[in-house]
């Protein structure tokens, strides 16, 4: 591989990595999907709406690693809550602790701040 691709490459995956574990609030980037179709719970548990970083996991991963075993791709057909994610359903099958950093930073996933207009929602 050339060595000025390897350098771009590199760059690349080291700010995505950064923005993920940045404790501060994330807009959501061309790609993400910004899952708000529990907002009326959310609200009460004083969380932001969920932005879900789809081609940072598309990079790592092949479509059918999640799809269609552990999300229907259709919008609203996954009623994801932090009860069945802490129980080891949809994200929490690798956000576990082992596989990947478990489900207990709320601002890691709970980010939206509302500021990209065009994201992709999940609103029902």
């Known amino acids: 591989m050339n ?18 574990f940045s404790t501060g609030t994330a807009n959501a980037e ?4 910004v899952l708000n179709s529990k907002s009326t719970s ?3 548990a004083g969380v ?14 092949k479509c059918k690693v999640c799809h269609e075993d552990i999300f229907i791709i259709k919008k609203g057909a ?3 809550n932090m009860t069945k994610i802490m129980s080891g359903e949809f994200c929490g099958k690798c956000h576990n602790g082992l596989v990947a950093w478990a489900p207990l930073y709320c ?3 709970h980010s939206y701040t509302g500021s990209k207009p065009n994201a992709p929602t999940n609103e029902n």
């Open 3 to 20: 060595k000025k691709i390897f350098v771009i490459l590199l760059v690349t995956c080291l700010a995505i990595t950064a923005s993920i």
């Open 30 to 33: 061309w790609g993400d999907i």
């Open 42 to 44: 959310m609200k009460k």
């Open 48 to 61: 932001k709406p969920v932005v879900f970083p789809h081609w940072f996991h598309r990079i790592r991963f």
């Open 78 to 80: 996954n009623d994801i």
């Open 107 to 109: 601002e890691r996933c």
